[in-house]
């Protein structure tokens, strides 16, 4: 165990640069290119993400699916008012029937988001935030665009593109990837009130799902 990590076992997460080195560091646009037009998690977590996503959401939200493809798992109700779309194939988000608008971005290489302050109820990062190399950065503007009190859903399993996956998500387990995603929220200081939860469908099913929600100051 390096010393970054050991202090990132005990809650102070100091993050290195190799923490976010890939197996795979040539451009992201290449890797990308190539539209998936399939789900990344299995029926059954997909189900259970729709069904908890239905008790977060209220009528007439606005939200903000960041790191979406061609499926953002949204329930038929509550009613929400409207669906940004954010991704790195056109193809995959012009697929995406439940998205009103898009925009394609490589947050990667540039974290900055080109929308306005506090304009959203709720940002979504669906099976995704494994292969931000910039997170804290990321949740930053994260908490600028959503309004007051709200809310952040970061999703995950055990599923991942390997190569394209950061060295600390490859190299901690369901329950420590749980506690990496509270430690990139609290190092913005923008956010609070932070649960993880397992939100895994029932026992037997092959992908386990779990969430991070948390809201803004």
């Known amino acids: 165990m390096t010393a970054e990590r050991e202090v990132f076992a005990k809650n102070r ?3 290195g640069k190799s923490d976010f080195a890939r197996i ?39 939200v903000l699916d960041l790191m979406s493809s061609c499926v953002s798992h949204l329930p038929p109700t509550p009613k929400l008012a409207k669906v940004t779309g954010h991704g790195m194939n056109a193809q995959e988000l012009d697929a995406n029937s439940q998205l009103d608008e898009y925009f394609v971005q490589n947050l990667n290489a ?3 988001l080109p929308l306005d302050n ?19 950065e990321v949740f930053m503007e994260i908490g600028r665009i959503l309004k007051p ?12 593109f390997l190569t ?3 060295a600390i998500w490859r190299t901690t387990d369901d329950a420590g990837h749980g506690h990496l995603v509270r430690a990139y929220l609290e190092e913005t200081s923008i956010f609070q009130n932070i649960k993880i939860m397992d939100i895994s469908p029932a026992l037997g099913a092959k ?11």
Do not use: W
């Open 207 to 217: 992908d386990p799902l779990f969430a991070v929600v948390s809201t803004v100051h």
């Open 149 to 160: 009190g709200g809310m952040v859903v970061v999703s995950f399993s055990n599923r991942m």
């Open 13 to 15: 997460p100091v993050f």
């Open 164 to 166: 394209k996956a950061t």
């Open 118 to 136: 506090g304009k959203y109820d709720t940002c979504l990062v669906t099976v995704s935030v494994q292969y931000l190399t910039n997170p804290i």
């Open 110 to 112: 540039s974290p900055l």
């Open 24 to 62: 795979d560091e040539t451009p992201d646009e290449l890797f990308y290119n190539t539209p998936r037009l399939v789900t990344h998690v299995d029926d059954a977590a997909c189900a259970a993400l729709t069904a908890f996503y239905a008790q977060l959401f209220c009528e007439g939200d606005i």
